[in-house]
């Protein structure tokens, strides 16, 4: 017996006379309509397929918020003798922010960069630094050269902009202001580990050094003036020194004059491509001394531009490994070359961990004001990056990285001392 004779057997639904009746119509109607939607439900049920999968319902898809986007701006030489700084800063600093945004390493945030020539001067680095803040609306802002950088705080200040720097290694930069933030090697620290090669891994015994140097710059001042004091201390003498102005392009005056004095070092205290052409004018005045030494060599093509004269130059970079395996530095290394045709140096290094600092200062905050971002970047005290690591000051922001020692050997730029400590005494 099937399932509705059993109701009908039950209920006696099909009885016509106890339900035709007025009375009986009345009251049992009700009663008929349930029974026939019980019937109903069972006939559905058994005449499915078991076998069937059912279809969860689909929900309408959630309206998501776009990403905001996190303007950062630039004060970068894009014209000049040190515009191939300006391409280093960016290049280095896109290629951060384009991995954060693929990578989504700061959830609810994308980055871009937008960017305006300095020229190397300063008046037109702080029109740079206004123009962004005012016009763009950019909330930090990362700058290149101790000059322009220093100008450009007072500047910060009023506008209330982050300033950040991974080349300015004026040890009081990240200190002068609760905007102004720094992950770069110091300046001291760059005579520090230059003079601890050439005395305890050289072997030269009380250095004669004498010096060329660009005039006018802070941390240039800060770097000579350490030099003198490590002489004093430690041993040695600078027994001659010579400035010389950004436009200069023949320094064969200043060189003469050095190499009247008979140094064991020369220090070309430099910034810019004029570091090649001083090696170049040295070598035809006959200046050998035992060692040159310089700040920067491979932003500068020292190699390009000086060939054989370049041979044995002695260099102090941010310790940054470009034979590390880490896949995230392996990726930077081949898509800066890419698109800047040369190698990546540790400046170029230290600028895309700038940028991924701020990135990180971002995502800690969870806001992207330049008061958010500067709360962000006072939280973060240590930071491994493809450039090596960095230690900061928690109650100013300012960073500084480890220190190798590099040279020119063979035409090549090479490491020759991996890790190297600045000296533990007073700046």
């Not at 349930?34 to 999968?53: E, F, H, K, Q």
């Not at 962000?376 to 109650?395: N, Q, V």
Request: aromatic fraction near 8%; charged fraction near 20%; charge should be negative.
């Amino acid at each position: 017996m099937d399932g509705v004779s059993v109701l009908a057997g039950r209920f006696k639904i099909f009885d016509c006379e106890g339900y035709m009746g007025k009375k009986g119509l009345r009251f049992r109607l009700p009663l008929l309509a349930l029974v026939i939607g019980i019937v109903s439900i069972l006939i559905a049920a058994c005449g499915s397929d078991p076998t069937a999968t059912s279809v969860p319902a689909t929900d309408a898809p959630v309206p998501t918020s776009p990403p905001q986007v996190v303007k950062v701006g630039t004060t970068v030489p894009l014209s000049g003798s040190l515009a191939n700084w300006g391409d280093l800063v960016n290049v280095s600093m896109e290629l951060a922010f384009e991995r954060a945004n693929s990578e989504n390493w700061a959830p609810g945030f994308t980055f871009e960069l937008v960017t305006e020539d300095h020229q190397g001067s300063a008046p037109v680095g702080i029109s740079a630094l206004r123009k962004l803040v005012t016009v763009d609306k950019v909330p930090v802002v990362s700058t290149i050269f101790t000059q322009i950088a220093l100008a450009q705080v007072p500047v910060a200040d009023d506008l209330g902009v982050v300033l950040v720097s991974s080349g300015v290694q004026h040890p009081d930069f990240g200190k002068l202001s609760q905007w102004t933030f720094r992950n770069a090697s110091n300046s001291a620290h760059n005579a520090d580990v230059l003079y601890r090669h050439v005395t305890e891994n050289l072997g030269l015994e009380n250095p004669r050094y004498a010096a060329i140097y660009h005039g006018g710059n802070d941390a240039v001042r800060i770097l000579l003036e350490r030099d003198k004091t490590l002489l004093a201390t430690f041993g040695g003498e600078m027994v001659a020194e010579e400035a010389y102005i950004p436009e200069e392009k023949d320094f064969r005056s200043l060189l003469t004059k050095l190499k009247s004095a008979n140094p064991d070092v020369v220090h070309l205290i430099t910034l810019g491509t004029e570091t090649a052409l001083m090696l170049n004018q040295a070598a035809e005045i006959g200046l050998t001394p035992k060692y040159f030494m310089t700040i920067t060599a491979e932003g500068a093509e020292v190699i390009k531009v000086a060939g054989s004269a370049a041979e044995g130059l002695i260099y102090a970079s941010p310790a940054f490994n470009p034979e590390n395996p880490d896949p995230e530095l392996q990726d930077f290394l081949r898509e800066y070359k890419a698109r800047i045709g040369k190698d990546a140096d540790g400046f170029a290094a230290a600028y895309y961990d700038g940028a991924k600092m701020i990135v990180e200062a971002v995502k800690r905050s969870g806001g992207a004001s330049s008061q958010e971002i500067a709360d962000g970047m006072r939280s973060i005290l240590t930071f491994e990056g493809i450039g090596g690591d960095y230690t900061f000051d928690p109650a100013t922001g300012d960073g500084w990285q480890s220190f190798q020692i590099k040279s020119v050997v063979d035409q090549q730029y090479k490491t020759v001392v991996p890790l190297i400590a600045p000296y533990d005494i007073a700046q």
